[in-house]
């Protein structure tokens, strides 16, 4: 179970709350006033904060924004209480850092769920591609929505291997590790050589990857890492695939058949011309994007510039 750190300066609430989380096994902190919540969180290292919003003096979202600020505290969930349940109010809590929300009155079985549910996305941010050790789908999820709630200008590249599972029906479990790997090392490589220091890497899983950079780094970053990728991947094919240009393998049918050496197809999403509402749509315009992007012996990008609204 975890431990959480409530902050509530309705003191029955904050008890009836305390009580019915204790005797679900969570270890529960509590704090009735927003002065002091800061250093009782650094004292306990809580796994999720609960946050009213309105407190006096110091309210719940200087408190999200103080947390997510520290190096220690800020991967931690936070969930935030609030009476003001309408649209504008929601997105201000996620801008601030927030996981999740919840309005005020509430039954204490929703917050129960609420919990149980930013238990669940903690887990799986915090689990690694135990190849890649890379963080997954949530956890590159959870940034973009972040810095889409912040306003800020990213861009979001889909990076897929083109050829990967051909090259796997041949070269097998050591050739699969080994190209993931390079893969892996290769995209924060690019990052470092061009003195990109704002990047988030994420792999989904299998030959699939995805890179979160400011809006002005991508086009330089996806070149540079095509280029780089193409020059590199040829050491892992065969001496005799590389003169032949192709693998010998059999498709999902059994089929013998040539399959062109390994190239990237990278898909891009940003937020130049479309505001996109959340990670999820940004996911979809990106798999628009990677379907677009063909390799024909060499990688390709394809970057979606439509202005339409998301």
């Known amino acids: 179970m975890s431990t959480i750190l409530l902050v509530d300066d309705d003191v029955d609430l904050a008890e009836l709350i305390q009580t019915k989380l204790s005797s679900n096994g969570h270890d529960v902190q509590v704090s009735h006033t927003g002065e002091g919540a800061f250093e009782l969180a650094k004292r306990v290292k809580p796994h999720i904060a609960i946050l009213d919003v309105m407190l006096p003096g110091v309210t719940g979202y200087q408190i999200c924004r103080r947390l997510r600020k520290d190096p220690e505290l ?77 306003g800020s200008a990213i861009a979001a590249c889909y990076v897929d291997i083109s050829g990967f599972k051909p090259y796997c029906a041949v070269h097998g479990r050591e050739g699969h590790g080994k190209v993931l790997t390079f893969m892996s090392q290769l995209l924060s490589a690019t990052a470092r050589k061009l003195g990109i220091y704002e990047y988030v890497v994420a792999h989904l899983g299998a030959e699939h990857f995805v890179v979160l950079l400011n809006l002005d780094d991508y086009e330089r970053y996806c070149n540079t890492l095509m280029k780089d990728f193409d020059q ?79």
Request: glycine letters at 8%; a positive charge.
């Open 74 to 150: 800020y991967r931690i969930g936070i969930l935030v209480l609030t009476a003001l349940g309408e649209e504008p109010e929601m997105l201000h809590g996620l801008e601030q850092g927030a996981d999740d929300y919840l309005s005020k009155p509430f039954k204490l079985e929703a917050l129960h769920e609420k919990i149980t549910a930013t238990e669940e996305l903690l887990r799986a941010i915090n689990t690694r591609n135990p190849i890649t050790q890379l963080p997954g789908t949530e956890a590159i999820k959870r940034e973009i929505d972040f810095r889409l709630a912040r």
């Open 232 to 310: 590199q991947i040829r050491e892992y094919h065969s001496a005799a695939e590389r003169e032949q240009g192709y693998v010998l393998a059999k498709d999902k049918r059994g089929t013998q058949g040539r399959f062109p050496l390994m190239a990237l197809s990278v898909g891009v999403a940003h937020t130049q011309y479309r505001r996109h509402r959340n990670a999820n749509k940004m996911f979809e315009v990106l798999g628009q994007t990677r379907q677009m992007a063909k390799p024909q012996g060499q990688s390709v990008m394809f970057v979606d510039r439509r202005r339409a609204e998301r």
